[in-house]
């Protein structure tokens, strides 16, 4: 019998509200140690950047290099980078990771299959005093043009720091992947239709998600979720794992990263 699969009421949870949290997964030492790997992927992906491609969209600044996207923080001519994606191949500490049945055991309960393909990884940085949020929005609306089961795209946020409101943590509206993919806000923007249309979604159900770092948050693609901006002194850096049942395609990718079993 497995120790990490969802315990049934935990697998309820995810299915009525969306979401589901396991705080404190990984101990604080292996956080530190993943934390390291992460700033040595950061450093991997920097060199990489003047290679690149370099675009703008609505003003914020995104690099194509020859393995991944990397999208810098908002102000103008900021040298900060926000996200890294994909991120699992710059490191192998992370690499390993997608791979850790702590992660991986719950995903197959919530996707109901027992071999598990990795769909996209990225890293979400928040540095201190520095990172962005992000507005309210659904995963589901990025992923459908590219997959026919973005139904089964369930995502893991791995806290690598202690996640905190002020430092800008993940927050979710509970009950909203019910409905599927939302419409999005049209405010003439080119991201604005990727935002979910706030009259579409209970902002009463606004749930921020706590919890030390090592701490789990399971959410549904179809969750409407986003965060503030991170107001602390301290960074909120996390992964998010995104898994499908196995033999499938990666995003954007043409290959098949299966999970080993
Ligand atoms: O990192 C966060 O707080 C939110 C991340 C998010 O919404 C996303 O990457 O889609």
Redesign the pocket.
């Known amino acids: 019998m497995s120790t990490n699969t969802l315990s049934a009421p935990e697998l309820k949870a995810y299915h009525e509200d969306g979401y589901v949290v396991r705080p404190g997964v990984f101990s604080h030492t292996a956080m530190t140690a993943l934390a390291d790997a992460v700033e040595e992927s950061v450093l991997r992906a920097r060199a990489e950047v003047p290679h690149g491609h370099t675009y703008y969209l609505d003003g914020k600044r995104f690099v194509d290099t020859t393995s991944c996207t990397v999208q810098f923080e908002h102000t103008a001519d900021s040298d900060e980078i926000r ?1 890294i994606e994909p991120i699992h191949h710059l490191h192998a500490a992370i690499n390993a990771l997608v791979d850790d049945p702590k992660i991986t055991e719950p995903m197959c309960a919530i996707v109901g299959q027992p071999r598990l393909a990795l769909w996209t990884a ?1 890293l ?1 940085l ?1 540095r201190a005093e520095a990172g962005s949020g ?1 507005g309210w ?1 659904q ?1 589901s609306p990025y992923w459908m043009h590219n997959c026919n089961h973005v139904d089964l795209l369930p995502n893991v ?1 791995i806290a690598i720091d202690e996640q905190t409101p002020d430092n ?3 927050e979710v509206i509970r009950g909203s992947h019910r409905h599927g993919i939302l419409p999005g806000t049209v405010d003439g923007s080119r991201l604005g239709g990727f935002f979910t249309d706030p009259k579409t979604f209970d902002l009463t159900q606004r749930q921020p998600l706590t919890g030390p770092a090592g701490s789990l948050f399971f959410f549904s693609p179809h969750s409407v ?3 503030q901006p991170n107001h602390s002194n301290r960074a909120r850096r ?1 992964l ?1 794992f995104t898994y499908q049942p196995a033999d499938k395609p990666m995003l954007k990718i043409n290959a098949v990263r299966n999970v080993a079993s």
Do not use: E, T
Request: some cysteine; overall charge positive; charged content about 20%.
């Open positions: 996200v990225k979400n928040k992000f929005h995963d946020m800008g943590c993940f979720h986003g965060s996390a998010i």
